[in-house]
C-alpha cells in the first residue's frame, strides 16, 4: 500500500477516535442516572472483556503475557491506571453534573499541561513561541478566576490527570491496546469488589433498572476499546504533527454538543477564556507544525550533504 492511501486510512482512523471520544458525553448523559463510580466500576470491567476479546482476536498473547511478567512495569502501569481512572470519573461526574463544557476546555488546555510537564520532568526546553502560547492560555485561565468567579477545577483535573497519565506512559515503551488491556485489568479487583460492596448494601443499579441501563453499562467496554483501536490504527500511519492537528476535533465536538445539544450557559466572559485558549493553541499548533518541517528539511540537508 503506498503512501498516500497510508495517510489517507490514517486520517480516517483518527477522525473516527477523535469524534468518538468528542461525542462520548451523549453516552454518559445517558447512564446520568447511575452513579459515577458504579459507571467506572463497569468501565473498567466491561473494557477488559472487550480488550481481551480484541488481543485474541488479533493474537497479541505473547507481548500481553510478557508484559504481566515484567513487575517494575507492572507497578508504573498500576500508576497510570490510577491516574485514567481518576481522570474517567471526573469526566463522567462532570457530564451527569451539565458541566460538559469545563470538559471541553480540560482537553483543550491538555496539550499545553503536556508540554509544561515535560519541560519539569523530561528537561525538555520550550521555545519562545510556546511560552508566548502558554501565556495567553493562562490569561484565559485567570480571566476565568477572576471575572466568572471560579477556578475551573474540572477542566485543571481533567488536563492534568490526563498529562500526568501521558507523561508515564510516555516511559513505558508498549502498545497502547495491550497498555490499556494491562491497566483495566490491574483496576478490575477495584471495580468488581465495589460492586460488590454496592450489591450487599443494596445499591447495585446494574440488573435492577431495566434492560437499557444493563445494556448501556456493558456498552462502556466499546466506548473505551473502540476509540483506542482507532486512535492505535492511525497513530501507525500519520506524523505526531497530523496527528496533533486532529486530536482538537474531541474537545470541539463536546463543546458543540454543550452548547447546541445540552444548552449549557456559555457567556461573553467565557468566551474570553475559551478565546485564549483557542488562541494559544493556533499560535502553539502552527509553531510546532513549521518546527517540524524544519527539523525535516534540516535532516534531508544532512542525509545528502553525508
Not at 8 to 24: E, I, K, M, N, T
Request: aromatic share 12%; hydrophobic share 55%.
Amino acid at each position: 500500500m503506498n503512501s498516500e492511501n497510508l495517510t489517507r486510512q490514517g486520517v480516517l482512523f483518527a477522525l473516527g477516535a477523535f469524534s468518538l471520544w468528542g461525542l462520548a458525553p451523549i453516552y454518559f448523559k445517558a447512564v446520568a442516572t447511575i452513579s459515577p463510580m458504579e459507571v467506572l466500576a463497569h468501565r473498567v470491567i466491561w473494557s477488559v472483556f472487550f480488550l481481551l476479546l480484541l488481543i485474541g482476536a488479533t493474537r497479541q498473547w505473547k507481548p500481553l503475557f510478557t508484559l504481566i511478567g515484567e513487575r517494575k512495569t507492572l507497578l508504573r502501569l498500576l500508576f497510570t491506571a490510577f491516574l485514567i481512572s481518576i481522570n474517567w470519573l471526573i469526566f463522567i461526574w462532570a457530564v451527569g453534573a451539565s458541566r460538559i463544557i469545563e470538559t471541553s476546555l480540560g482537553y483543550y488546555i491538555n496539550p499545553l499541561i503536556s508540554v509544561i510537564l515535560a519541560m519539569l520532568f523530561l528537561g525538555e526546553r520550550l521555545r519562545p513561541i510556546q511560552w508566548v502560547a502558554i501565556a495567553i492560555a493562562l490569561a484565559g485561565v485567570i480571566n476565568q478566576i477572576i471575572i466568572v468567579g471560579s477556578i475551573p477545577l474540572v477542566a485543571l483535573a481533567l488536563a492534568f490527570s490526563f498529562g500526568f497519565y501521558g507523561l508515564v506512559r510516555k516511559k513505558i515503551s508498549v502498545n497502547p491496546i495491550i497498555g490499556l488491556t494491562v491497566e483495566t485489568l490491574l483496576l478490575m479487583p477495584f471495580a468488581l469488589l465495589y460492586l460488590g460492596w454496592l450489591a450487599f448494601n443494596n445499591g447495585l443499579m446494574f440488573t435492577h433498572q431495566g434492560m437499557t441501563i444493563d445494556l448501556l453499562l456493558i456498552a462502556a467496554g466499546l466506548v473505551t476499546s473502540l476509540p483506542l483501536i482507532c486512535f492505535a490504527a492511525a497513530t501507525n500511519r500519520l506524523s505526531l504533527t497530523s496527528m496533533g492537528l486532529i486530536q482538537y476535533v474531541a474537545p470541539s465536538l463536546t463543546f458543540l454538543l454543550a452548547i447546541l445539544v445540552y444548552d449549557e450557559p456559555f457567556g461573553a466572559s467565557q468566551l474570553v477564556t475559551f478565546g485564549c485558549i483557542w488562541g494559544a493553541l493556533v499560535l502553539f499548533t502552527i509553531e510546532g507544525y513549521h518546527y517540524q518541517r524544519r527539523k525535516q528539511i534540516a535532516m534531508r540537508l544532512t542525509a545528502c550533504t553525508s
